[in-house]
């Protein structure tokens, strides 16, 4: 049974516009949450995280959503750009195994010019 | 100098074969991970090493023997793998719990 969940397999947008990538969780231990960014022939690069005591996180066009009561994460990329185009993970981990991440399935996103 | 670098970056072997995976971080953490990723299937930690020690073994079959010589260095040794073993091996460290893991580019493994 799937602890993270990435329900949308693909994604596309177009440049300049929003892009919105949902995961959902169902361990309620679960209270560190990260996203990455893979590109092909690449191993998953660090994008941003967020802890449980917010809900809110910003690193320039990036930002994370955390809904703990709905147990959903969200990364909102404004304004998204074609080398924003790559498989996007979200991970968690909680309780005493924080360094345990529990990945998602991925989100390809692909930014048309 | 990339921060984590994983060598082969690709790999071909028999199942009788006795093969290693090398991974070595140059960003001073004291945390190294190895995760598995089939096709189609998220990435699955497998061992976790703190300051050299192993802190965790995710039910991983003994044909894959992990060794952590220092904080730098981690190595997997295969023997006997089975055709399903075949898929990326990625390597990852990181300051400690809750904090964001850095990955390597990954070994292709194919058994044949």
């Known amino acids: 049974d799937q602890q993270v969940k990435q329900n949308s397999p693909s994604l596309s947008v177009q440049e300049g516009r929003i892009s919105i990538l949902n995961c959902d969780y169902t361990?309620?231990?679960?209270?560190?949450f990260l996203w990455y960014k893979k590109y092909p022939a690449e191993g998953p690069t660090f994008l941003i995280s967020?802890?449980?005591?917010?809900d809110k996180n910003e690193d320039g066009r990036f930002t994370v959503f955390l809904n703990k009561s709905a147990k959903h994460l969200s990364l909102h990329i404004v304004p998204s750009q074609p080398g924003d185009s790559a498989v996007y993970f979200c991970?968690?981990?909680?309780?005493?195994?924080?360094?345990?991440?529990?990945f998602g399935g991925g989100t390809r996103l692909m930014v048309k010019p | 100098e990339t921060g984590v670098t994983q060598t082969p970056r690709h790999l071909v072997m028999g199942m009788t074969n006795k093969k290693s995976l090398k991974c070595e971080q140059h960003?001073?953490?004291?945390?190294m991970y190895w995760y598995k990723q089939s096709a189609k299937k998220p990435l699955e930690l497998m061992f976790v090493?703190?300051?050299?020690?192993?802190?965790e073994n995710n039910s991983v079959p003994s044909r894959f023997s992990p060794e952590c010589p220092n904080s730098s260095h981690l190595f997997l040794h295969l023997h006997t793998l089975q055709p399903e073993d075949s898929a990326l091996y990625l390597c990852?460290?990181?300051?400690?719990?809750?904090?964001?893991?850095?990955f390597g580019d990954g070994t292709r493994l194919s058994i044949l």
């Open positions: 990852a460290s990181s300051h400690g719990a809750f904090q964001p893991q850095h």
């Open positions: 361990n309620s231990m679960f209270d560190y």
């Open positions: 967020i802890s449980s005591i917010k």
């Open positions: 991970a968690a981990s909680g309780g005493n195994a924080g360094n345990m991440l529990t």
């Open positions: 960003l001073g953490h004291n945390a």
């Open positions: 090493y703190n300051f050299k020690e192993q802190t």
